[in-house]
């Protein structure tokens, strides 16, 4: 009977670190790439994980089929790209004026796209 309660003892312990140092990182994920290879935990973006054979996997790989939806793609710093569920949302703003674009993560088309410009004459 000792055994049994040591070995849930011992058990219980590397649970309880990770519980404690809140570690919630999935297992054999890469941080760089923001893929997992094993989806065992959901992710921010609940039940939509970045899969190997998605194509865009990468806020850059989703800002470079993105930034072609407008004419600002040499103006990198008013670029953002979030993930959306399976749509990678790539938005530029600069004053009043916006560009958006929804990249699809599995095969990275575009699936719209939304320049508003605000400087145009208006018809």
């Given amino acids: 009977m000792k055994h049994i309660a040591l070995f849930a003892v011992l058990l219980a312990l590397p649970l309880a670190a990770c519980s404690w140092w809140q570690i919630d990182k999935p297992v054999l994920s890469d941080d760089e790439a923001d893929t997992q290879l ?3 935990t959901e992710d921010s973006n609940r039940m939509h994980p970045l899969y190997p054979t998605d194509r865009i996997k990468t806020k ?12 600002e793609a040499d103006d990198r710093g008013h ?26 993560k599995s095969d990275g088309t575009v699936l719209s ?11």
């Fill in 113 to 123: 796209c939304s320049v508003n410009d605000a400087s145009a004459p208006r018809r």
């Fill in 60 to 71: 850059a790989q989703a800002l470079a089929v993105g930034v072609h939806c407008g004419q």
């Fill in 79 to 104: 670029w953002r790209v979030h993930r959306d569920g399976d749509i990678w949302v790539v938005h530029w703003a600069n004053g009043q004026n916006t560009i958006e674009a929804h990249v699809a």
């Fill in 38 to 40: 094993f989806p065992i």
